[in-house]
């Protein structure tokens, strides 16, 4: 496996998959200044790609690796934690990280190139589209959705049955009780969109 992205989010992701016995063979970072990277082979500036190469892009920024996603077509990997707990119905999309103690339950739909973080608690039913990051200790309730490349906040919960659109920020520690369109930026509780954000794809 690959890493894409020399950063503290990579750092997490190269530990899960160490716990799960998965050999990390290089790093690779588009700054040319980096020169090393904690104690994993740093491989400098990605050019190209060998068809054995297995990728997980390692940033944090779901613009980012939208970005990077639509340029690069090596095979995606998956890094899953052994701690989290993750219904057998769950399905999960290529190049999709999954922290530890996140919380996943019956029939749920998780995109590509998804960050789910620490202790994020998804719930039954929820579909979650493709470059989506849950942050730690947040937590969705049954029949969510949440829009391509969205952000949830540390913190925040989404009631039952909300739909989050495409590209929108949910502020940290927010309470989600209706829809959020897209590309609103929502804060407090109850949530208001408080700006729309403007995204250069």
């Known amino acids: ?38 104690d994993l082979p740093f491989c400098g500036v990605l050019d190209r790609i060998q068809d054995h190469q297995e990728f997980i892009i390692s940033i944090g920024s779901n613009i980012c690796r939208k970005k990077i996603a639509r340029k690069l077509f090596p095979r995606w990997g998956k890094a899953i934690s052994k701690y989290a707990n993750i219904s057998a119905s769950v399905h999960i999309g290529e190049g999709t990280v999954i922290m530890k103690g996140v919380s996943i339950n019956v029939d749920v739909t998780v995109g590509r190139h998804v960050i789910l973080n620490t202790n994020c608690s998804i719930d039954h039913d929820c579909i979650i589209s493709d470059f989506v990051h849950v942050s730690p200790n947040a ?13 949830i906040g540390t913190g925040a919960c989404v009631i039952p049955g909300v739909k989050i659109g495409k590209w929108a920020i949910i502020g940290a520690g927010s309470v989600i009780i ?13 949530g208001k969109v408080i700006k729309y954000n403007i995204v250069e794809l």
């Open 1 to 38: 496996m690959y890493l894409y992205g020399a950063s503290g989010h990579a750092k997490v992701i190269a530990e899960t998959l160490h716990e799960n016995g998965i050999e990390i063979e290089g790093v690779f970072d588009d700054n040319i200044s980096i020169e090393s990277f904690v």
């Open 139 to 151: 937590a969705l309730a049954g029949n969510v959705f949440v829009g391509e490349g969205s952000h």
């Open 178 to 190: 209706k829809d959020i369109p897209d590309y609103a930026v929502v804060v407090g509780n109850p």
